[in-house]
């Protein structure tokens, strides 16, 4: 059985967040999914109508918007004064993937994926991967700064893994 939530005014905060927040990586995402309607589904939810609480959705989250698509096993959005605060999303792993304006796909996967929207930061934890068409970074920890544009990556324990692909130009070099 599937349940949607459905609270007009918590979904549209929670639209707004995952577009301006998950989809705001260090790569442009697509734009337009922004002013797309958002679908979020779950096998179960809990949630307060107030204006400060909680919506916790559970068991096969489905959050699709355009070309953006989150899935995970939990997640928790907590509004005050009626206005998002922050999204916590679990998996194993949770997932996102959003196809960028000027081509290709970003994908993201982590034990955890928090956006703050107070810090106005991004948190990923629990062997991350982040792959776009540019390159890949992996870690235990990421965290970006939507602000800065600061990206700090680390671990307990782990190694910081990039690859960077070389930029196509349509001219392979024929100097070795």
């Known amino acids: 059985m599937t349940a949607r939530y459905a609270e007009p005014r918590a979904t549209a905060l929670l639209a707004a967040l995952l577009a301006a927040s998950l989809a705001a990586g260090p790569a442009a995402s697509r734009t337009s999914d922004r002013n797309q309607p958002m679908e979020i589904?779950?096998?179960?939810?809990?949630?307060?109508?107030?204006?400060?609480?909680?919506?916790?959705?559970?068991?096969?989250?489905?959050?699709?918007?355009?070309?953006?698509?989150?899935e995970a096993d939990r997640a928790v959005v907590t509004r005050r004064n009626g206005a998002v605060a922050k999204a916590v999303l679990e998996g194993t792993p949770a997932t996102l993937q959003q196809e960028k304006d000027e081509g290709g796909l970003t994908r993201a996967r982590a034990r955890r994926i928090e956006y703050d929207l107070a810090g106005d930061s991004l948190v990923l934890t629990g062997a991350v991967e982040v792959s776009e068409p540019q390159g890949r970074l992996s870690g235990e920890r990421i965290v970006y700064d939507l602000t800065s544009g600061q990206l700090r990556a680390g671990g307990e324990g782990g190694r910081v893994r990039m690859r960077i692909e070389p930029k196509a130009n349509g001219a392979a070099s024929e100097a070795r």
């Open 41 to 70: 589904e779950a096998d179960h939810a809990d949630a307060t109508l107030s204006a400060d609480g909680t919506a916790t959705l559970t068991d096969n989250v489905r959050i699709t918007q355009g070309t953006l698509l989150i």
